[in-house]
Nanobody, 120 residues
Framework: QVQLVESGGGLVQAGGSLRLSCAASGSIFSINTMGWYRQAPGKQRELVARITMSGSTNYADSVKGRFTISRDNAKNTLYLQMNILKPEDTAVYYC??????????????WGQGTQVTVSS
């Protein structure tokens, strides 16, 4: 089992920045790929970014150039640095563990989510 706990969400003005963190515990040694997903009201959950243990990354087109995913394997922590935030980035952001870098199917493990709200 893998447990994921997100933090760092909040309210920010358009153009601002936020950094999300996801602390992982449990059988995390078995997990190669981790990622961030988000779900806006009335919309399906969508991939934001993924990263492998070796640091390979994959981003949704909507966040390329603005968001950066990273991980500290020694601390079992995943990060998402979000810059130049837009109102359309408003969503609940979820940490995810498992899956593969480029396949659409997410991994089996989810955090509880953290709300990000971007005001115009």
């Amino acid at each position: 089992q893998v447990q994921l706990v997100e933090s760092g969400g909040g309210l920010v003005q358009a153009g601002g920045s936020l950094r999300l963190s996801c602390a992982a515990s449990g059988s995390i040694f078995s997990i190669n790929t981790m990622g961030w997903y988000r779900q806006a009201p009335g919309k399906q959950r969508e991939l934001v970014a993924r990263i492998t243990m070796s640091g390979s990354t994959n981003y949704a087109d909507s966040v390329k150039g603005r968001f950066t995913i990273s991980r500290d394997n020694a601390k079992n922590t995943l990060y998402l640095q979000m810059n130049i935030l837009k109102p359309e980035d408003t969503a609940v952001y979820y940490c995810n563990a498992g899956g593969t870098l480029y396949r659409a199917t997410p991994g089996a493990y989810w955090g509880q989510g953290t709300q990000v709200t971007v005001s115009s």
